[in-house]
């Protein structure tokens, strides 16, 4: 575990900018071909965001599909004209351990093309589909930096259904090096319970949980990583009809009262988009992991 803090309190904002449809492992929305079919929620879903972000004066990284940012660059122009900042999270959703390095860096490139174009500056930060990046997968790391990535956040300390570190604990950002390469790690926030493995600033947990909870949970913390999707606030979501009832539980358990409690949550100290947050720490205060 990296047990060296950072000396204030870091809360850093991010939102996973995808269509309630962008599902992993769901063999209905595999083909993104068929994406056009289905309905789109991702506009009105950000719009929401994005003025409970005003309401509370808060920025975030919103690490975006380059399909999304194809389809509706406009919305991507929005995020950036309120004052957010763009991130990368592939272009079609794939785990990275679907992929070999040749596929993966098309994906990667292809995915920055759309994104700069729309938010018209480069882009810095990415953010693995389903935190798909493992210790299997680590060539994507200087993949990643030979395209211009300076930043990741795809480190998941714990067992993901899609990817994780399970023999590690990282809960501060770190300097991450292999192979000759360095990025800056900013992993997600986890908490051990035996053999489980929580996330209560994202997802699932964030919204099955109560918020006096998630607040006991995080506020002792002075890193936190959060991630929100859209749909994570949409109590009309449509429900594929192929997923398990564990999906369909998962995909829509607490939506009614999620809204509100990230409204609570963003009110506290420090939440910003992970490029200010960097912008704080000189380079030689973040510990150092070498794989």
């Known amino acids: 575990m990296l047990s060296e803090a950072p000396t204030f309190v870091m809360r850093a904002l991010t939102v996973d900018l995808e269509d309630w449809f962008h599902q992993i492992d769901v063999q209905t929305v595999a083909d993104p071909a068929g994406w056009p079919s289905f309905e789109s929620r991702i506009e009105a879903n950000t719009h ?17 599909l380059g399909w999304v940012a194809k389809t509706y660059p406009l919305l991507v122009r929005e995020v950036v004209a309120r004052g957010h900042e763009i991130g990368c999270h592939s272009h079609l959703h794939r785990p990275i351990h679907e992929l070999d390095e040749s596929t993966f860096r098309d994906d990667l490139r292809t995915a920055l093309r759309y994104l700069e174009d729309a938010a018209s500056a480069p882009i810095r930060a990415y953010r693995a589909p389903g935190f798909s990046l493992t ?25 993901h259904a ?17 192979q000759g390469t360095e990025l800056i790690e900013f992993p997600a926030t986890t ?24 607040r006991r949970l995080l506020a002792p913390r002075p890193y936190v990583m959060s991630y929100i999707h859209p749909r994570d606030i949409d109590l009309e979501q449509p429900i594929l009809g192929d997923i398990s009832r564990w999906r369909k539980f998962k995909a829509t358990v607490g939506l009614r009262g999620s809204r509100s409690k990230l409204a609570k949550l963003i009110m506290d100290e420090g939440w910003a ?9 000189a380079l030689e205060d973040y510990p150092i992991v070498i794989f």
């Open 162 to 178: 899609h990817g994780g570190f399970p023999d590690h604990d990282f809960q501060t950002p770190f300097r991450l090096r292999h």
């Open 273 to 281: 988009p992970i490029g200010e947050l960097l912008d704080k720490i």
């Open 191 to 214: 908490l051990h319970f035996g053999p489980m493995t929580l996330a209560p600033a994202g997802g699932g947990y964030f919204r099955i949980l109560p918020y006096a909870i998630i």
């Open 48 to 64: 929401c965001l994005l003025d409970l972000f005003d309401k509370a004066g808060v920025r975030a990284t919103f690490f975006c």
């Open 135 to 159: 210790p299997s997968c680590l060539w994507a790391i200087p993949i990643l930096a030979s395209e211009g990535i300076t930043c990741d956040a795809s480190f998941f300390s714990g067992r």
